[in-house]
Nanobody, 115 residues
Framework: QVRLVVSGGGLVQPGWSLRLSCSVSGNIRNINSLGWYRRAPGKQRELVARTTFGGNVDYAGSVKGRFTIFRNNAKNTLYLQMNNLKPEDTAVYYC?????????WGQGTQVTVSA
């Protein structure tokens, strides 16, 4: 079992920044990757960024150069630093932990980018 608790999110103007946090607890040793996903209104959930414990990092093309995923292993926390936010980044953001036989999801947090 893995528990993911998300914090951050909110309403910001275009060009502003936000940082999301995901506190990870439980069976951490078996986690293969940690990532952020989002679901925009009327769209399917999509990968935003993912980091594996082997050191690989993947970003969606739409966020490359603007978003950064990173971990603080001492705090067992995953972060998503989002800079230069755009209205199209508006979505519910989810933290994900991928294990060999299961996926775990944190609660979603709303990010709204609007003038």
């Amino acid at each position: 079992q893995v528990r993911l608790v998300v914090s951050g999110g909110g309403l910001v103007q275009p060009g502003w920044s936000l940082r999301l946090s995901c506190s990870v607890s439980g069976n951490i040793r078996n986690i293969n990757s940690l990532g952020w996903y989002r679901r925009a209104p009327g769209k399917q959930r999509e990968l935003v960024a993912r980091t594996t414990f082997g050191g690989n990092v993947d970003y969606a093309g739409s966020v490359k150069g603007r978003f950064t995923i990173f971990r603080n292993n001492a705090k067992n926390t995953l972060y998503l630093q989002m800079n230069n936010l755009k209205p199209e980044d508006t979505a519910v953001y989810y933290c994900n932990a991928e294990l060999p036989r299961d996926d775990y999801w944190g609660q979603g947090t709303q990010v709204t980018v609007s003038a």
